[in-house]
Each structure stands twice: as structure tokens, then as C-alpha cells.
């Protein structure tokens, strides 16, 4: 992929965006068969769009400068709930943003923030002829897997479209997960309302109660200064606290967003802690459980965790958690 100009910057979109990506757009509509919308959205309807788009698949822009290079976004492909992990992504530039990279990186983002939501795959598409957007989309992973011919008609004659398919994978997790700093306030309590939301149903199961309880953004700081403080997505959808230990990499408050579950977060969360581990040349990944919560233990367990030791919280004369390890293979 081509290497992105210094100084652009790609950023989730914004509302006051809407002027800049409806300048950008208009013309697609109004002078070219790539939009088979006829007449451009004003900009009250841009802002609409980019506000429904943020909340659900992300919307992210290239700027430079004061200025917008080009935008892309994802959407629903269909509206059938069997399509839920599915995207239809789009991206445009203005004509100055050409052989900058601006493209290759909008869409780089764009996987990144699906991978954090648990979307499993991408389709584009694009009006045929198109080479140039053809080439785009072979660049960025996308596959050609069909064609529909006449089937949007503007400027009075009929125009076919090429289907690309392009699935959301390892990679593009690794891309949407970072290590968060002391300084990042705002993804730190972004991070303590996922704990506290993930871990509210353990309320009333658990003895003693969850150490969530006492958490703080200024704790979570600390965490991120002294251990490695993992964070998936932006907003963030799913984190891990990891700390060295001499003999494994110990995994603390492990939260996926609760309407997120059972879309592989958790696969990508465990999967960077073991390239963390290896990194550190630790031979495994270890955690804790709560006796209570036999669900979680079968969850571990599913991922090649075992159990090594049972043991009590201060104060107590019963078993309250069980340690289980994961071995790697450095």
C-alpha cells in the first residue's frame, strides 16, 4: 500500500465535518456514475448520515491541515439480522488527495474500528467501468466475487456494478488494539465504564465483592503506567490489564462490551496477549477466576486455559478463585 503524506491525519468524522464531505461528495453524484444517488444529500442530511454511521459501523475523514482529503465509512450491507456482521464500506476523495495514500489509510482505520465491533466481512461496491477503484480494493485485501450488469441507470443509460468482498481478520485487530498511556484520560474512563458495565452482573454473586468497586480513572492510570493496559477499539469495546510476572504475562479485568459478546473480541484481546508474552520471552498467560462463576472458567477453559490452583481472599476459609495458565509455545 502507498505510504501516507506527512501531515495528514485520519480521525473519526465529526459533525462539523458535514460542509467538508458534502463538498467532497456532491460532485460524485453530480458529474459521475460512481454514486447512483442522482441528487447530492444537503447538509443537514450529511450530518445525519455521518451521526448514524459513528454510532453503529464508523465514519472516519483524512485532514490536512484545515482541510478534509477524503472520507470513508462503513454501513449495514443488508437489513436482515443474519447481515448484522456484515459492512458495505465506501470510500471518496477529493481530487488533491490523489497518490497521497489517503485512501489505503481511511480504509486501514475503517477495518480497525469493524474488527473492534465484531464485523466478520466487507463488500464494496463498485460501478463498472472503474479501474482505478477496482485496483484501490485489490490493494486493500478485496477480492472480486461477482458482477450484476445494468442495474443502475443515470445520465440516461445503464451501468453495471463489480461486487468485492474483503473479510475482517487477525490483522485488523491487531490494528485496532493499542496500548493506552497514563495521559489518555478520556479512552481511561471510557475503559472504567466498560469494567463497571461488564462486571455489574457479578453484583450479589460474588464474595468478596469485585475490586471494580474501587476502581478509578486516576487506578486505571497508574495500571497503565505500571502494567500494559490494552484497549480495543475507539470508543473502546473490549480491554485487558496485563502484568509481567517472572513466570507468566497475568491477564486482570478482561471486559468485552456486553453487546459485542460472541463476535471474537475476546479471540483478538487473548490473541495480542500472547504476542505480548512471546515478546517478553513468558512462557504463558495466566488469570484468575471467581469460584462462582463456572461460566467463565468454561470460557477460559475453551481458549486452552487450565486450572493450576484454588485458592481463598484474605479473611476467608473457603475457596473464592481459581488460577488458571495457558501454556505458549515460544
Known sequence: MSALSAGVTIRAARLEDAADIQAIYAPFVQETSVSFETVPPSLQGMAERIAGNL??????????????????????????????????????LAPRAQGRGVAQALYRALFAHLAARGFHTAVAIVTLPNPQSARLHERCGFA??????????????????????????????????????????????????????????????????????????????????????????DPVTACVVARPLPHA?????????????????????????????????????????????????????????????RTAHPGYDRVTEITMQKSLKL
Open 55 to 92: 454510532a453503529s459501523h464508523g465514519y472516519f475523514v483524512a485532514q490536512l491541515d484545515a482541510g478534509i482529503l477524503g472520507f470513508a465509512y462503513a454501513s449495514p450491507y443488508r437489513p436482515r439480522p443474519a447481515y448484522d456482521r456484515t459492512a458495505e464500506v465506501s470510500v471518496y
Open 144 to 233: 472480486h466475487v461477482g458482477s450484476l450488469q445494468d442495474v443502475g441507470r443515470k445520465f440516461g443509460q445503464w451501468y453495471g456494478t463489480a461486487i468485492y468482498q474483503r473479510m475482517i481478520g487477525p490483522a485488523d485487530v491487531h490494528h485496532a488494539v493499542r496500548r493506552l498511556q497514563p495521559s489518555d484520560t478520556a479512552a481511561l474512563a471510557q475503559v472504567l465504564t466498560l469494567i463497571q458495565d461488564s462486571f455489574a452482573y457479578m453484583t450479589g454473586r460474588i464474595d468478596p465483592p469485585s475490586s471494580m468497586h474501587q476502581l478509578t480513572v486516576p487506578k486505571l492510570a497508574a495500571a497503565a503506567r505500571d502494567s500494559w493496559l490494552l484497549a480495543l477499539g
Open 249 to 309: 504475562l497475568y491477564l486482570g479485568k478482561i471486559a468485552i462490551a456486553s453487546d459485542l459478546r460472541g463476535r471474537g473480541l475476546l479471540h483478538g484481546v487473548l490473541a495480542e496477549c500472547e504476542a505480548l508474552a512471546r515478546s517478553m520471552s513468558l512462557p504463558q498467560l495466566e488469570l484468575q477466576v471467581r469460584i462462582e462463576l463456572v461460566e467463565n472458567q468454561r470460557i477460559f477453559s475453551k481458549y486452552g486455559f487450565v486450572e493450576t490452583a
